[in-house]
């Protein structure tokens, strides 16, 4: 139905930057707020960046002026370009995207999220 494919995990040392993409596929009609959040061990899943349609954003207070969450409409696709990475950013990445879907002959509103991406960052 959805299909969210994430890339662009992987371990980095402290100081260093990241990219992750996500890329949403299959009977979506509309792709509302598209984000990004993470689970550290042993801790609930966060919030770190939302983006609308309209590029309205928003970040974890954690993140604000390190990470910068961008969108192709044309392409739905989400990034998040993570800078000045700390020990404490390592956790499994998810993408999720708010979007209107078809289902068989009408169409609905659900939350879909991507399998996860790795991201360690080494002190």
């Known amino acids: 139905q959805v299909q969210l494919v994430e890339s662009g995990g992987g371990l980095v040392q402290a100081g260093g930057s990241l990219r992750l993409s996500c890329a949403a596929s299959?009977?979506?009609?509309?792709?509302?707020?598209m984000g990004w959040y993470r689970q550290a061990p042993g801790k609930q899943r966060e919030l770190v960046a939302t983006?609308?349609?309209?590029?309205?954003?928003n970040y974890a207070d954690s993140v604000k002026g390190r990470f910068t969450i961008s969108r192709d409409n044309a392409k739905n696709t989400v990034n998040l370009q993570m800078n000045s990475l700390k020990p404490e950013d390592t956790a499994v990445y998810y993408c999720?995207?708010?979007?209107?879907?078809?289902?068989?002959?009408?169409?609905?509103?659900?939350?879909?999220w991507g399998q996860g991406t790795q991201v360690t960052v080494s002190s």
């Open positions: 999720s995207i708010v979007a209107v879907v078809v289902i068989r002959s009408t169409h609905d509103v659900g939350t879909y």
């Open positions: 299959g009977s979506i009609l509309v792709t509302n707020a």
């Open positions: 983006i609308t349609s309209a590029g309205s954003t």
